[in-house]
């Protein structure tokens, strides 16, 4: 199992990104994708995620109404869509994998992808 996170990269204050995560080797409509993030000298954190058959997505509260989870079963690729970026959103962004049901921990996911960088510029 594979997964390929891409689209980081640097951007200003206020601007956008697309980030997307392209899974192989797993049935991908079974598994709930989610995205977490890494910044420097702190714990990995819960961003979002998109359970597989019900479709449900969660978010933690800092993210609601600036970050869109989706996904696309055709092209088993998830992707983040993140809007209105501040500086301190500036992290390693990670992609991972769990059977079933979306989860908030990241230990209760399997398959992680191997992060891209994001940075927001003030």
């Known amino acids: 199992v594979q997964l390929q996170a891409s689209g980081g990269g640097l951007v200003q204050a206020g601007g956008s990104l697309r980030l997307s995560c392209t899974a192989s080797?797993?049935?991908?409509?079974?598994?709930?994708l989610g995205w977490f993030r890494q910044a420097p000298g702190k714990d990995r954190e819960f961003v979002a995620y998109?359970?597989?058959?019900?479709?449900?997505?969660r978010y933690a509260d800092s993210f609601k109404g600036r970050f869109t989870i989706s996904r696309d079963n055709t092209r088993n690729t998830v992707y983040l869509q993140m809007n209105s970026l501040k500086p301190e959103d500036t992290a390693i962004y990670y992609c991972?994998?769990?059977w079933g049901a979306g989860a908030l921990g990241a230990n209760e996911y399997t398959y992680w992808g191997q992060g891209t960088l994001v940075t927001v510029s003030s």
């Open positions: 991972a994998a769990r």
């Open positions: 080797g797993l049935a991908f409509d079974r598994y709930a």
């Open positions: 998109h359970s597989s058959s019900s479709g449900n997505t």
